[in-house]
């Protein structure tokens, strides 16, 4: 299976990971200890909000219920039911969790 990377300019240092075409973002994310906050993990509640710099990512047959046409047009996308169609750059989440 071919594998994309994601670009992670809101990390310091800026680091890439490496993920199955095919996996969801945010399994990705959070397996890697990115810091990201998330909830229903279906593309509702929009918790995840996230904006995507450059690259296309891809629902499939989901759809993001969490995501307004002002927040599409800002070019934010919801990890949480999302693939890598191409290697991505995102920004910080919306949400980040906080530290402990």
């Given at each position: 299976m071919?594998?994309?990377?994601?670009?992670?300019?809101?990390?310091?240092?800026?680091?890439?990971?490496?993920i199955?075409?095919?996996?969801?973002?945010?399994?990705?994310?959070?397996?890697?200890?990115?810091p990201?906050?998330?909830?229903c993990?279906?593309?509702?509640?929009?918790?995840c909000?996230?904006?995507?710099?450059?690259?296309e990512?891809?629902?499939e047959?989901r759809?993001p219920?969490?995501?307004?046409?002002?927040?599409?047009?800002?070019?934010?996308?919801?990890?949480?039911?999302?693939?890598c169609?191409?290697?991505?750059t995102?920004?910080?989440p919306?949400?980040?969790?906080?530290?402990?």
């Amino acid at each position: 299976m071919q594998t994309k990377q994601i670009r992670l300019t809101f990390l310091t240092p800026e680091q890439s990971l490496s993920i199955a075409q095919g996996d969801i973002i945010l399994h990705a994310l959070t397996s890697a200890g990115v810091p990201i906050k998330h909830a229903c993990s279906n593309g509702v509640c929009g918790v995840c909000l996230t904006p995507l710099l450059d690259g296309e990512i891809d629902y499939e047959h989901r759809h993001p219920h969490g995501l307004n046409e002002k927040e599409k047009q800002n070019g934010y996308f919801l990890p949480c039911i999302a693939t890598c169609k191409t290697d991505i750059t995102i920004a910080q989440p919306k949400v980040l969790v906080k530290p402990k």
